[in-house]
């Protein structure tokens, strides 16, 4: 078993910044590709980014790519997501994903079958 536990929402005016958090631990974290997913409400959850096991490769939405940036810090056993230029469509629940690969690829696919979820973390984005 992974948990997860996802850390650094709350509430920021459009076009400021958060960095969210998230702290693994019951497994050697360094094994497992990272993810950040989110979900708005009367909306299903999406993608947003991912990272290797060995934090080599990275994959963004296209909605956050080029304002997101995710990063792992192995020795720390989490996995980070600096927003920035936030805007009011990014106000969702955002939720850290562990998934146990071999590849060196980051894939947002990997994250469909025996992954571990935390419970999330509120982010609001005022206009």
């Known amino acids: 078993q992974v948990q997860l536990v996802e850390s650094g929402g709350g509430l920021v005016q459009a076009g400021g910044s958060l960095r969210l958090s998230c702290v693994a631990s019951?497994?050697?974290?360094?094994?497992?590709?990272m993810g950040w997913f989110r979900q708005a409400p009367g909306k299903e959850r999406e993608f947003v980014a991912t990272i290797s096991w060995s934090g080599g490769s990275t994959d963004y939405s296209d909605s956050v790519k080029g304002r997101f940036t995710i990063s792992r810090d192995n020795a720390k056993n989490t996995v980070y997501l600096q927003m920035n230029s936030l805007n009011p469509e990014d106000a969702a629940v955002y939720y850290c994903?562990?998934?146990?690969?071999?590849?060196?690829?980051?894939?947002?696919?990997?994250?469909?079958?025996?992954?571990?979820w935390g419970q999330g973390t509120q982010v609001t984005v005022s206009s």
């Open positions: 019951g497994r050697t974290f360094s094994n497992y590709a």
């Open positions: 994903a562990a998934a146990l690969v071999a590849s060196r690829q980051a894939s947002r696919y990997v994250f469909r079958q025996n992954a571990y």
